[in-house]
């Protein structure tokens, strides 16, 4: 009889431990990375009104201009230079900044924000797609060698679907026309939702590669160069085991 209730107490104590590791893993986590991502957005939207203040790169201006195809990166349907914006009052077009007029991003440096409407997202980019570094801190991480916001290519993303902010919980409600917004320290780039791969083997490269298209669902992606974005998050929920993914193209860009 002893030992039965010894083994009873044994296994309530577990179970109670199992419950505290869940509810830290889907409660606290989530809690504190974003908490602690909206710090960061809060830091660099500061920052970058400093910078402005002091003559950086403010202008405001006019909305955005349709991007253009151009250069290595041509976009689908012609020629002609990438995205511009008017000159407020010039009457003509000038060049507009893109993350290739300042130097690279340090690895897990946040130097960027992300906005999706459609499902409330606010959230930092930073460079890399470590978990430790990036991931687990509630930020969406960019892939290395994909392209830098506003440049001809993929500016392809990843983020959690759950845990640790879980900012890509809702990108599966995403619809066709959904703006996403990447701003950073020189310019706001609107991007638009225009396909979606509900699932794919979770090493399928070719759905980040600058001409994104997949290499396992054959008719999902792009066949010309353009101005893309991709977001990759993990799916079914609460696994790893595939990847779903979200694509969009480059409306829109004005400088900050």
Not at 46 to 59: T, V
Not at 136 to 145: A, D, I, Q, S
Not at 220 to 241: D, F, N, Q, V
Request: charged letters at 25%; a positive charge; glycine letters at 16%.
């Amino acid at each position: 009889m002893r030992l039965l209730w010894n083994g009873a107490e044994v296994a309530v104590t577990l179970g109670v431990v199992l419950l505290l590791l869940v509810a830290h893993q889907l409660w606290w986590t989530n809690r504190q990375a974003r908490a602690a991502a909206e710090r960061k957005v809060d830091a660099l939207e500061e920052e970058w009104g400093r910078s402005d203040g002091a003559g950086g790169a403010g202008g405001g201006g006019g909305g955005g201009a349709e991007p253009r195809p151009g250069g290595p990166g041509r976009s689908e349907g012609g020629g002609g230079s990438g995205p511009r914006d008017a000159a407020p009052g010039s009457g003509g077009r000038v060049h507009a900044p893109t993350q290739s007029d300042r130097p690279p991003p340090h690895w897990d440096q946040a130097y960027a924000v992300l906005r999706i409407p459609r499902i409330g997202i606010r959230v930092p980019v930073a460079e890399g797609v470590s978990k430790g570094g990036v991931l687990n801190k509630g930020y969406v991480g960019h892939y290395p060698r994909t392209a830098q916001p506003g440049q001809g290519g993929n500016f392809a993303l990843a983020g959690h679907r759950n845990t640790h902010g879980e900012p890509f919980r809702y990108i599966n409600r995403l619809r066709n026309g959904d703006e996403v917004r990447v701003e950073t320290k020189e310019a706001v780039y609107t991007y638009v939702v225009d396909k979606a791969l509900a699932r794919t083997s979770a090493h399928d490269g070719g759905v980040i590669r600058d001409v994104p298209r997949s290499d396992v669902r054959k008719g999902y992606g792009y066949s010309r160069a353009g101005y893309y974005i991709t977001l990759t998050t993990c799916t079914p929920e609460y696994t790893s085991k595939y990847r779903l993914v979200v694509w969009g193209k480059l409306r829109a860009m004005r400088p900050r």
